[in-house]
């Protein structure tokens, strides 16, 4: 096991050099010379010099990016070049908020996509098996921003039940947490369910009624187990997705965390921030697999063992 | 092997179709005995008559702005309302259709090409050429979801051109993968190994024979893929990355509404089940699809 888990790491290294050479040449293969957007468009030649000297942007492509990696391990990102903070004082209130945001969706979907999968495998074909599927389809197929809208329209402008926007209180964090988990929701149903009805036609359930245990006994204490090993490949899965659609229910919501900076950042050209968020943001994917990757192979061992 | 040799021993079989033609017989029969795929494939179909003939059928013109009608909820006249400026939803969310099918029909369809052409290489040359691309895609992989788009779209710049190809970027490792897989599967099978004995080039094995064998896998992707491409290309409109808003593409008209939904609330209401249904028609089609061709999934 601590084997399985120093080799998944040691893997690792090529994607993350690899993410980093990526995210670094963003910056470079952007339009403009960065030292002309912080000094402004109507600096002297010197100071844009001096920005340019400042940087390092005149030493060679690769010393430049041995030095930001050097900076990406001490995470330090440099100013940004709108608000000349450090970007890690931008980032990391914001990265938290992201964080909260997407573990309450994370729960919220494995909890309301676990009770609708189990309930359509164990009733099969019945009315509340397709009404479960059929709303299943259609939360995999709306656009998450849009219901999101539709939320707002409904709760906060028709009802005043829920604040519109904002993040942090209670009733602020129902509208964001549906809008962000639904989609999640809906796979891990239709995968509980899928997997479900995969083990329950297998001859050991079939041993475990015939012995004359009780249904219930039969599918939660033996079906469940093992139907679950898919579905946290899954929940994996999804973290990625809950992420990137964070970019889109911070927007509806106005919630000031990664993916509202990242989406400001670009619309006014502050390339140190979003460079920063997106490499925060796929070094932590990265590890969820990780950990995902390392969860299955455990699951899957214990059963071995059983 | 020359043309006169090719089309002779074309002569001599003439009732064995091509690998390619069997594949595409097999797939339609298929498709034909599932309903769900069926139902998906003709909404597809009537989703692209729309987008194509209803362009020419609506009474107003889509960018054309009437102060004097601004924010009126659905009538007999403007069936989904009008928006901030006067403009006809109805008509620009049929014009829209198209823009928005189009960006998901051709991001996956670049994707798709790039995609299938790695993994083909990959899994049938393997070795160290196959861990070079494979890295390659692990490294494409690692950005979540439409965050690499936004990347790309943050040095592109927004356009309608862009967003195609921050998308199709975001296709190619998915296919990648599996069409190494497919390959893999494929390349070790008898009659593969008999086509090498007997001299058949490597383009050609894997034209005539490969191709058509892991094609279903393909497709169901693909449709599947341009549930996904729709659904990033409205939100990163919707973002303002995407296309700009006077164009009536889905998301652009929703992201152009939304500061106006407390006034009036049809104007978010309609291009979003717009969206909707278009990811709707390809997921189903994808879904049944896969069904129909993987007898395992079958419950």
């Keep these: 096991m601590f084997q399985f888990i120093v080799r998944r790491l040691f893997q690792l290294i090529p994607v993350l050099l690899g993410v980093t050479i990526l995210v670094f040449s963003l910056m470079h293969l952007s339009p403009g010379n960065p030292a002309h957007i912080i000094a402004g468009e109507s600096a002297p030649e010197s100071t844009v010099q001096q920005i340019e000297e400042r940087l390092g942007l005149n030493d060679p492509i690769p010393v430049q990016y041995a030095n930001f990696l050097k900076d990406v391990v001490t995470l330090d990102f440099g100013n940004s070049w709108r608000t000349s903070l450090p970007v890690s004082t931008e980032l990391w209130p914001k990265f938290w908020v992201t964080f909260e945001l997407a573990i309450y969706s994370t729960i919220f979907s494995i909890f309301l996509g676990l009770i609708a999968g189990i309930i359509s495998a164990v009733r099969q074909y019945s009315v509340a098996d397709v009404s479960i599927m059929l709303v299943a389809l259609f939360g995999l197929s709306m656009p998450n921003f849009w219901l999101g809208l539709m939320l707002m329209q409904w709760f906060s402008i028709n009802l005043g039940w829920l604040p519109p926007t904002g993040w942090g209180t209670p009733e602020q964090i129902i509208m964001p947490v549906f809008t962000l988990g639904t989609m999640g929701a809906a796979v891990i149903a239709r995968m509980t369910r899928s997997s479900m009805l995969d083990v329950i036609t297998q001859d050991y359930i079939r041993t475990a009624r015939a012995k004359g245990l009780k249904e219930k006994v039969v599918i939660y204490r033996h079906a469940l187990k093992n139907a679950l090993i898919p579905v946290v490949t899954v929940v994996g899965l999804q973290f990625g997705g809950l992420l990137a659609g964070a970019v889109l229910t911070e927007s509806v919501f106005a919630i000031n965390g990664m993916g509202k900076l990242v989406v400001d950042r670009i619309l006014a050209r502050d390339f140190p921030v979003v460079q920063a968020a997106v490499l925060v943001m796929a070094v932590v994917f990265v590890f969820v697999n990780l950990i995902v990757d390392v969860s299955y192979k455990f699951l899957n061992k214990r059963i071995d063992l059983d | ?299």
């Design chain 2, 1 to 299: 092997m020359n043309a006169e040799q090719a089309s002779s021993e074309v002569t001599q079989v003439p009732k064995v179709d091509s690998p390619l033609k069997r594949a595409m017989k097999d797939f339609y029969n298929k498709l034909k005995k599932n309903k769900t795929a069926l139902f998906g494939g003709y909404l597809i179909i009537f989703l692209i008559v729309v987008a194509i003939v209803g362009p020419y059928l609506t009474s107003f013109n889509p960018s054309e702005t009437d102060y004097s009608v601004k924010l009126q909820g659905p009538s007999a006249e403007h069936w989904f309302g009008t928006d901030h400026h006067g403009r006809d939803i109805f008509t620009r969310i049929i014009h829209g259709l198209g823009i928005t099918m189009g960006i998901g029909f051709f991001s996956t369809l670049i994707g798709s090409i790039v995609g299938i052409f790695l993994g083909i290489v990959s899994g049938y040359y393997g070795g160290k050429i196959d861990s070079v691309i494979m890295r390659l895609m692990d490294i494409l992989l690692a950005f979540p979801g439409i965050l690499l788009a936004l990347a790309l779209i943050s040095i592109l710049g927004a356009s309608l051109q862009n967003v195609v190809i921050a998308i199709a970027i975001f296709a190619i490792p998915t296919f990648a993968r599996i069409v190494r897989g497919s390959t893999l599967a494929t390349k070790n099978l008898e009659y593969i190994d008999a086509m090498r004995a007997l001299g058949a080039s490597d383009i050609r094995i894997i034209f005539k024979h490969i191709f058509p064998n892991i094609l279903s896998p393909i497709i169901v992707q693909a449709s599947l893929f341009i549930a996904t491409a729709v659904l990033s290309a409205s939100g990163l409109s919707f973002l303002g990355l995407g296309v700009q808003p006077p164009s009536p593409e889905l998301g652009a008209i929703l992201s152009d509404g939304k500061d106006f939904m407390w006034d009036a609330g049809h104007i978010a209401l309609f291009p979003g089940l717009g969206i909707m249904v278009i990811v709707l028609a390809f997921n189903v089609f994808g879904d049944g699809l896969r069904d129909a061709l993987d007898p395992k999934m079958k419950n």
